[in-house]
């Protein structure tokens, strides 16, 4: 757990800034990171001194949530540098776009980790759509949040499948620890 929580303490010092930006601008990016990123502060805070205290569950929901964010917060970083020069603000115009092809990655990486049954052709032409309007700051479609749900439905061919990503987990961990949000959740993947 101490090499989980040195590793930790080195990650939330660097990216703890732009964490912030994205609270400050009211990001999707930020709703959408918010539960796993106050889930891991409160383990850590509650932890970090008593590290001999935590259990095996907690090591665990701290391994995945920090690979989770990393790898979030490294996708969303690749954006604003490479994509979008550095410029938060353009960047920003975009973060629900960026919001959903996080969203569709998690999906992928669900359907498959549960054999779950989708159009893969599908669901990569659905993600090439999105990374298009990202990478060639393309203008963003009024009605995307009904097009991507739509295409989501047509994609996945089980009709009872509910997709339970990493962010709904931490949701009820956090439940669990007593940690209020920000918001209501439920529109992690959009809300237009």
Not at 7 to 17: A, H, I, K, T, V
Not at 47 to 58: C, F, G, L, P, Q
Request: proline letters at 2%; a negative charge; glycine letters at 4%.
């Amino acid at each position: 757990m101490e090499k989980l929580f040195k590793e930790y303490s080195g990650w939330l010092s660097d990216n703890r800034d732009f964490y912030e930006h994205l609270k400050g601008h009211d990001s999707a990016l930020y709703f959408r990171l918010q539960p796993v990123y106050d889930v891991l502060y409160h383990l850590y805070e509650e932890y970090k001194t008593h590290m001999n205290d935590a259990t095996e569950d907690i090591e665990k929901i701290f391994q995945v949530g920090l690979e989770y964010l990393n790898m979030q917060f490294f996708t969303c970083l690749i954006y604003l540098n490479k994509t979008f020069e550095k410029n938060f603000h353009a960047f920003l115009e975009y973060d629900k776009v960026i919001n959903y092809s996080l969203f569709v990655e998690d999906l992928k990486y669900e359907l498959v980790e549960k054999s779950i049954k989708y159009d893969n052709q599908e669901l990569e032409k659905l993600s090439g759509f999105l990374d298009d309007i990202i990478e060639n700051k393309k203008p963003i479609p009024d009605n995307l949040n009904l097009y991507v749900d739509g295409k989501i439905h047509k994609i996945i061919e089980a009709d009872d499948y509910h997709f339970t990503g990493i962010i709904d987990i931490f949701v009820e961990i956090g439940d669990a620890l007593g940690i209020s949000f920000d918001e209501d959740l439920d529109y992690i993947i959009g809300d237009e």
